[in-house]
């Protein structure tokens, strides 16, 4: 491919660099970039974003016919060839497609939260916290604030779990929880494994600050303190809890159908 910078050996500084990238949150937060890995995130980057910074292929996903009409559709972006091996030691998919791209991280967003939005208190699991970004553009949530011990919000695994919906979220990483919810001016809810209120008794239909907590201890007893309510999933017997990112997803979709009925 025309205009193509072909790397061979993993001892060049831009391969490492990529590869540093990729593998390391503190790197990313450091220079305010990340990776976005497959062909679905690099085209959903484009339609919804813009053209990113670069643009890296492996020699066997240059062959890929749909590889070659995004990369036909990024005229101007510069792209690196990669040898399979070397492509294989930055991108974290196993059946990876062969593209990948740099990006920028947009600058967290200053403004007061007044629409509902979602809280992670230390939720560490990369898949958990790209799936909760998921169900929340899907239920209309557009806000996500993660408080500190929480995976990186915009490290490779939370993007890929997310798949896209980091592109129409509003993302406030490293945030002080305690202080979002004591200036947040609508209803605050700790979602708790027991003792809350049952979720299909709270009333949701405006706006909720929901708070979900770290995968084995949950919210965070001073962090549920200050929450408006603490609600609890109704289960069958001897079932203790739910998965944090499918717990937000009930939660968020009862908001959404009392919001619907609310609006007939």
């Given at each position: 491919?025309?205009?193509?910078?072909?790397?061979?050996?993993?001892?060049?500084?831009?391969?490492?660099?990529?590869?540093?990238?990729?593998?390391?949150?503190?790197?990313?937060?450091?220079?305010?970039?990340?990776?976005?890995?497959?062909?679905?995130?690099?085209?959903?980057?484009?339609?919804?974003?813009?053209?990113?910074?670069?643009?890296?292929?492996?020699?066997?996903?240059?062959?890929?016919?749909?590889?070659?009409?995004?990369?036909?559709?990024?005229?101007?972006?510069?792209?690196?060839?990669?040898?399979?091996?070397?492509?294989?030691?930055?991108?974290?998919?196993?059946?990876?497609?062969?593209?990948?791209?740099?990006?920028?991280?947009?600058?967290?967003?200053?403004?007061?939260?007044?629409?509902?939005?979602?809280?992670?208190?230390?939720?560490?699991?990369?898949?958990?916290?790209?799936?909760?970004?998921?169900?929340?553009?899907?239920?209309?949530?557009?806000?996500?604030?993660?408080g500190p011990?929480?995976?990186?919000?915009?490290?490779?695994?939370?993007?890929?779990?997310?798949?896209?919906?980091?592109?129409?979220?509003?993302?406030?990483?490293?945030?002080?929880?305690?202080?979002?919810?004591?200036?947040?001016?609508?209803?605050?809810?700790?979602?708790?494994?027991?003792?809350?209120?049952?979720?299909?008794?709270?009333?949701?239909?405006?706006?909720?600050?929901?708070?979900?907590?770290?995968?084995?201890?949950?919210?965070?007893?001073?962090?549920?303190?200050l929450a408006?309510?603490?609600?609890?999933?109704?289960?069958?017997?001897?079932?203790?809890?739910?998965?944090?990112?499918?717990?937000?997803?009930?939660?968020?979709?009862?908001?959404?159908?009392?919001?619907r009925q609310?609006?007939?």
């Amino acid at each position: 491919m025309s205009g193509t910078k072909t790397i061979t050996s993993r001892d060049n500084p831009t391969f490492k660099a990529l590869r540093l990238l990729a593998k390391d949150t503190r790197e990313q937060e450091r220079q305010g970039r990340t990776v976005v890995d497959g062909l679905h995130l690099v085209a959903e980057y484009r339609q919804r974003v813009g053209a990113p910074e670069l643009l890296v292929v492996s020699e066997s996903g240059e062959r890929n016919a749909e590889v070659q009409e995004l990369l036909a559709r990024h005229q101007g972006v510069e792209i690196l060839r990669l040898r399979d091996s070397l492509f294989g030691e930055i991108s974290g998919v196993s059946s990876a497609v062969g593209l990948l791209a740099r990006i920028a991280i947009p600058p967290a967003p200053t403004e007061a939260l007044t629409e509902s939005c979602i809280l992670l208190d230390a939720v560490q699991d990369a898949g958990n916290v790209g799936t909760i970004m998921r169900t929340a553009a899907a239920a209309g949530v557009r806000d996500v604030v993660l408080g500190p011990g929480c995976a990186g919000a915009w490290s490779p695994r939370v993007l890929r779990a997310a798949q896209g919906a980091h592109f129409g979220l509003r993302i406030r990483p490293a945030a002080d929880l305690a202080q979002v919810v004591a200036r947040y001016g609508q209803l605050s809810v700790a979602a708790v494994a027991a003792g809350g209120t049952s979720l299909y008794d709270a009333d949701l239909s405006g706006p909720v600050a929901w708070i979900f907590g770290n995968e084995g201890t949950g919210v965070a007893a001073e962090l549920a303190a200050l929450a408006t309510a603490r609600i609890t999933i109704p289960m069958a017997g001897g079932s203790e809890s739910l998965n944090v990112a499918a717990a937000a997803a009930v939660c968020l979709f009862e908001a959404v159908r009392q919001r619907r009925q609310t609006s007939r």
